[in-house]
């Protein structure tokens, strides 16, 4: 049992590049999330999901796009990369009446 | 959007004393969570509380629900050097916000030994 599994674990991108996070869990999670996490502010919502083929915003959505086909997945897409989002980004999922939930190991992404 | 305010933001204790933290909250939440983050790792939940005044214990940890449902705190008894790393609360309201972690700033915790 992985758990929840986020590719890659390092990435360096330069401005304006696009790229896309991912995150996979095989524990038939409903819900999943996006976290970051930036010194001194704890870990913010990105965006999350409740479901296949539902999405909502969190605190901080604005340069992410996300979509969820499957229930095992739930990629984050950064359109066009800005220093701003350099950050270290969390996957997380977690099961109906399960309230605490399960993260991911993280990647860490500098935009250069 | 809702604020939770965490502290202390670090402490640096001697091997053997216990720890407090605790969070506040400017609005009402219905479950309370408590998770440790290790370096380079993600967050790992200790204890969840779900009613208001519920005092809820996990080895040398203890977390308590506050009657207000604005706060919590955690406490760690006798404390060892694997006790290192950063605590964090969260909270979750009900209804929509089902699903949505609000989280505090974080704890940074250093035990000397």
């Known amino acids: 049992n992985a758990g929840v599994t986020q590719t890659p674990k390092f990435q360096v991108l330069k401005t304006g590049q696009s790229m896309t996070l991912q995150c996979a869990q095989d524990?038939?999670?409903?819900?999943m999330s996006w976290y970051r996490q930036d010194p001194g502010m704890g870990l913010r919502l990105i965006h999350y999901s409740v479901g296949a083929g539902i999405t909502d915003q969190g605190e901080v959505p604005n340069g992410y796009n996300v979509s969820r086909s499957t229930t095992e997945d739930f990629p984050l897409r950064l359109l066009s990369a800005a220093p701003s989002q350099t950050s270290v980004y969390f996957c997380?999922?977690?099961?109906?009446?399960?309230?605490?939930?399960?993260f991911g190991s993280g990647t860490r992404l500098t935009v250069v | 959007g809702q604020q939770l305010n965490q502290s202390p933001q670090s402490m640096f204790i001697q091997e053997g004393e216990d720890v407090s933290m605790n969070c506040t909250s400017s609005s009402i939440f219905n479950t309370w969570l408590w998770y440790k983050q290790d370096p380079g790792e993600g967050p790992v939940l200790l204890i969840a509380l779900y009613k208001a005044g519920e005092l809820t214990s996990n080895g040398r940890l203890t977390a308590q629900f506050g009657i207000t449902r604005k706060d919590s705190f955690l406490n760690i008894s006798a404390s060892i050097p694997s006790d290192v790393g950063i605590y964090f609360c969260?909270?979750?309201?009900?209804?929509?916000?089902?699903?949505?972690?609000?989280f505090g700033q974080g704890t940074i915790l250093t035990v000397h030994p």
């Open positions: 997380a999922s977690h099961a109906t009446g399960d309230y605490g939930y399960t």
């Open positions: 969260a909270g979750r309201a009900g209804g929509t916000s089902y699903g949505k972690l609000t």
């Open positions: 524990m038939n999670h409903e819900y």
